[in-house]
């Protein structure tokens, strides 16, 4: 069973809104960093956004900052991901992660993640 499943994907145009959740099938990983990550055909899975275990503190890609907003709450075991102005380089499929990461450098890193879901496809049209 996939561990992690997300939610939210969808057609929009550019400048609008979408709001992706990510929810566990099992675990509730309530004590893991969790991370957002995005993949285009024939590229590499690459970093968007991610939360420490707290809830406290937040990472961001370059080219989603100040657009995306990442939060967690361990209450309802769901993590969203909120994105605004959106552009169609941000078409991909988006897939969100867990991972026991301790130390700040590693969060950007896909491979410190050790539980993923299948994905939920964003298209953005321009």
């Known amino acids: 069973q996939v561990p992690l499943v997300e939610s939210g994907g969808g057609l929009v145009q550019a400048g609008d809104s979408l709001t992706l959740a990510c929810v566990p099938s099992?675990?509730?990983?309530?004590?893991?960093?969790r991370g957002w990550f995005r993949q285009v055909p024939g590229k590499e899975r690459e970093f968007v956004a991610a939360?420490?275990?707290?809830?406290?503190?937040?990472y961001y890609a370059d080219s989603v900052k100040g657009r995306f907003t990442i939060s967690r709450d361990d209450a309802k075991n769901t993590v969203t991901l909120q994105m605004n102005s959106l552009r169609p380089e941000d078409t991909a499929t988006y897939f969100c992660?867990?991972?026991?990461?301790?130390?700040?450098?590693?969060?950007?890193?896909?491979?410190?993640?050790?539980?993923w879901g299948q994905g939920t496809q964003v298209t953005v049209s321009s």
């Open positions: 992660a867990a991972g026991q990461i301790w130390d700040s450098a590693h969060y950007k890193s896909r491979d410190k993640y050790d539980f």
């Open positions: 099992q675990e509730t990983f309530n004590l893991y960093a």
């Open positions: 939360v420490n275990w707290a809830g406290v503190t937040t």
